[in-house]
């Protein structure tokens, strides 16, 4: 990335101003608040119920579970690979690398970062989900459904 120029964005909003904050509340280990004149530690003082309640709008099921999860994807190449050809071409520029950058129940940003030297700006590109995982346990029905892969099926045999 070159100075301070702001990635190009291709996402869309998902969840309320609430929602969103909720779920920064419940997946977060620490929060500080800092304004220009000061700065206060909250750790310990924030409070949102495991299920994320403390009023309406829950927080997204995704969100204790983003990382890891998102280190799983990452270090499999072809669910990559897979996920990469979904970026427009437009965006995919050569010699492109495209980074998983956030997961939560609308669907996968990835980041298109055009290669050093590049008159591109880098990009953030949302993947949807056909529908939000109600939780982490649906994550590989709805990236199969994404990547256009037959959902994976327990089978029976009478014997």
């Known amino acids: ?32 608040l800092l304004t220009p004149t000061h700065r ?14 403390h009023g309406p709008a829950r927080p997204d099921p995704l969100a204790p579970a983003e990382a890891e999860l998102l280190r799983r994807l ?6 990559r690979k897979r996920l990469t050809g979904l970026v427009p071409a437009r965006l995919r520029h050569q010699g492109a690398r495209v980074h998983l950058l956030r997961l939560d129940r609308a669907g996968i940003v990835l980041r298109v970062q055009p290669p050093a030297g590049a008159t591109a700006h880098p990009g953030d590109v949302r993947l949807p989900f056909a529908r939000p995982p109600h ?16 959902p994976h099926s327990m ?3 009478g014997r």
Not at 74 to 79: G, L, M, V
Not at 135 to 150: E, I, K, M
């Open 1 to 32: 990335m070159s100075g301070n120029i702001p990635p190009a964005a291709v996402t869309v909003a998902v969840g309320t101003p609430a929602e969103r904050l909720r779920t920064l509340l419940v997946a977060a280990d620490s929060v500080t």
């Open 40 to 53: 206060a530690d909250l750790t310990g003082r924030h409070r949102v119920g495991a299920d994320g309640r």
């Open 74 to 79: 990452d270090a499999d190449p072809r669910t």
């Open 135 to 150: 939780d982490p346990g649906q994550l590989g029905a709805r990236l199969d459904a994404l990547l256009g892969r037959p």
């Open 155 to 157: 089978s029976r045999t």
